[in-house]
């Protein structure tokens, strides 16, 4: 029997789903789990998703790097916010942990975590290596767009076409309609993934914020081959 795979459009949806057992794939383009496969991968040992604000008080230490945003803006009085480019090759960063509560991002892992066999965390940055790894695993997949304070979003929607071409191409069996419209937005964005993505609400809205180095950041493809996994609390490669 085949494996299955779904597209859960927004965190606010997660509940119409049966996660046992399954492999629940967190995707938060623009930016939150780009930013964790970007912290991982320059020196982060560690990353602890927070949904709520009030929780980083419990984390108020030298051993933490504290990083919080709200509407895509770093919190006022920290120093982190939801920028990729902070963690890129930032030596200061080397063997530290992170605690992370973004808007989207940090609330739809902490969702899935309750039911789901495993959570995973997916970007265009390590798409090809989570293909891979699912491709390994015996469980069927959701895979969960963080979208906007439960709007679908565009730039995840996106993501999600294109990491499920890539379990069908592999033996993936997908038959829902929400999966339908992620593959029919990834007919319309091949010639230009970047022009295509750049017109999401989430760019017009963040327009006056000068973050469009971030989001161009966060469309590369395969930047890192491995697969950062929650493990109880924290996120982990």
């Keep these: 029997m085949k494996k299955t795979a779904d597209i859960c459009l927004s965190p606010d949806l997660l509940h119409l789903f049966n996660l046992k057992d399954k492999i629940v794939v967190v995707t938060d383009v623009f930016r939150a789990t780009s930013v964790m496969c970007t912290a ?6 560690e990353i602890i998703p927070i949904s709520n604000l009030s929780q980083l008080n419990e984390f108020n230490s030298s051993d933490y790097i504290i990083a919080a945003e709200r509407d895509g803006k770093i919190v006022e009085g920290y120093k982190y916010g939801n920028s990729p480019l902070n963690y890129h090759e930032n030596k200061s960063i080397n063997g530290k942990k992170l605690v ?14 309750k039911d789901a066999n495993e959570v995973i965390i997916a970007s265009f940055l390590n798409i090809t290596a989570v293909s891979n790894y699912l491709y390994n695993k015996q469980n069927d997949v959701i895979i969960l767009c963080s979208g906007w304070k439960g709007q679908v979003s565009l730039e995840d929607t996106l993501y999600a076409g294109f990491l499920l071409e890539k379990l069908i191409n592999i033996g993936f069996k997908s038959e829902s309609d929400s999966s339908f419209l992620s593959r029919q937005l990834v007919k319309d964005s091949k010639s230009n993934l970047i022009k295509f993505a750049l017109q999401s609400s989430h760019k017009k809205r963040t327009e006056n914020l000068g973050i469009d180095r971030d989001l161009k950041f966060c469309l590369q493809l395969d930047i890192y081959n491995n697969v950062p996994f929650l493990k109880q609390n924290s996120i982990v490669l």
């Design 40 to 45: 991982l991968n320059n020196g982060i040992v």
């Design 100 to 113: 992370l509560t973004t808007t989207n991002g940090t609330r739809a892992i902490n969702l899935s975590k």
